[in-house]
């Protein structure tokens, strides 16, 4: 099947608001969608649930990838894109990055966001920061058992690879 | 209650460590396991489960912070800790910043993760940089119907800021 053209895009796009106004004023979460598309088919919605579901990872984002992969059965979403009302947060980045999801297609920006009371910047920040000049404190504590624990998934012969 | 002192701490990563080890042996994914502690009490756990979950979203740190959540019917974790066999990815430092939570712990660092297989390096650089440099193509879909549900987001009289 042939990519989605410029109409596809906006449709596809569409369909992401709609799950966002939806789900916003039935009270689930602020105002976000996703919906991942493989082949022309959507095979994942996702919309912003974390006061609702109390999870504060249930962006839509990670919430569409998850609904993708149970939907398929897979940890790997390659050869699928993403539909996102908003351009995404880091963890939503990375957790695209992970799915192995192709392109992401955005429709407001990370300062739209920062408008209506979302900003992410200062998240963007930290997570591009050296790990001693952060914000959030990460503190090393050592086990020689965690150590010992990698080096055994090095000779563990049944894994699967991710 | 008083702050954990060096002995907790130690105790503390045992039990991450120890759920690792009995969940990577068990083929659930790979050898990474968290805690999350509140006031000396632990209030969630978790594991990698990327694999046998089909969810390349459940790292151990956001399997730990869901089930912590699920657990006290909270979405934020503020005043607890956690507590996480390595040093967290991009995906699971911004969870760890959306759930609020105070410090964080490791045992491994990237690099030791690196020499196993698993190299957050490159998503730590691409997450770092402008959206045009990125590797991920990121690329804007304008929606007049997304920013109007943001509008709506801010007139929103019932909503529950997170």
Redesign the interface.
């Known amino acids: 099947m042939n990519k989605p053209g410029p109409t596809s895009?906006?449709t596809f796009?569409?369909l992401?608001?709609k799950l966002?106004?939806r789900h916003?004023r039935a009270?689930a979460?602020?105002?976000f969608g996703a919906i991942i598309v493989h082949q022309g088919i959507v095979i994942g919605r996702g919309w912003n649930e974390?006061?609702s579901?109390?999870?504060?990872?249930a962006h839509a984002e990670?919430s569409a990838?998850?609904d993708a992969?149970?939907q398929?059965?897979?940890?790997?979403?390659a050869g699928s894109v993403i539909?996102t009302?908003?351009?995404p947060?880091?963890?939503c980045?990375?957790?695209?990055?992970?799915?192995?999801?192709?392109?992401?297609?955005?429709?407001?920006?990370r300062d739209?966001?920062a408008?209506?009371?979302f900003d992410d910047a200062a998240?963007?920040q930290?997570?591009?920061l050296p790990?001693h000049q952060r914000r959030?404190?990460?503190?090393?504590?050592?086990?020689d058992?965690?150590?010992q624990?990698?080096?055994?998934?090095?000779e563990?012969e049944?894994k699967?690879?991710?």
Chains 1, 2 share one sequence.
């Open positions: 895009h906006s796009m569409d992401a608001v966002a106004a916003m009270g979460g602020g105002p974390v006061t579901g109390n999870d504060p990872t990670i990838i998850r992969c149970r398929r059965s897979t940890f790997s979403l539909y009302t908003c351009e947060c880091p963890m980045l990375a957790a695209i990055w992970w799915a192995r999801i192709d392109t992401i297609y955005y429709a407001s920006t739209d966001a408008r209506i009371g998240l963007y930290e997570v591009s790990v959030l404190p990460l503190i090393q504590q050592p086990s058992k965690a150590a624990l990698m080096r055994e998934w090095i563990k049944d699967i690879p991710y």
